[in-house]
């Protein structure tokens, strides 16, 4: 059985960081390609970084040069490390795989002063 288990939301201040994690049983992160998305009230889910089984990594324009996801292949977990955060990255954030597809349950970040 497949579980993604999403973890480090919270509550920040603008211009603030956070670290989400996501770790994996039943399928191992370094063989697949994985992804963070999130999804804010009203919005559609949205894609916002992805990391590849070489490493090679993609983002969304709205969080390059803020955002950086990792791979800690030992633990089988996937990182998102969020840094000067903003209002507007308020949202539930869940980790995916593409090829089988899972996702995790998500985890809320807000930022708000």
């Known amino acids: 059985q497949v579980q993604l288990v999403e973890s480090g939301g919270g509550l920040v201040q603008p211009g603030g960081s956070l670290r989400l994690s996501c770790a994996a049983s039943?399928?191992?992160?370094?063989?697949?390609?994985v992804g963070w998305y999130r999804q804010a009230p009203g919005n559609q889910r949205e894609p916002v970084a992805t990391?590849?089984?070489?490493?090679?990594?993609n983002y969304a324009d709205s969080v390059k040069g803020r955002f950086t996801i990792s791979r800690d292949n030992a633990l089988n977990t996937v990182y998102l490390q969020m840094n000067s955060l903003k209002p507007e990255d308020t949202a539930v954030y869940y980790c995916?795989?593409?090829?089988?597809?899972?996702w995790g349950q998500g985890t809320q970040v807000t930022v708000s002063s």
């Open positions: 995916r795989t593409y090829a089988p597809n899972y």
């Open positions: 039943g399928i191992i992160f370094s063989r697949n390609v």
């Open positions: 990391i590849t089984n070489f490493g090679n990594t």
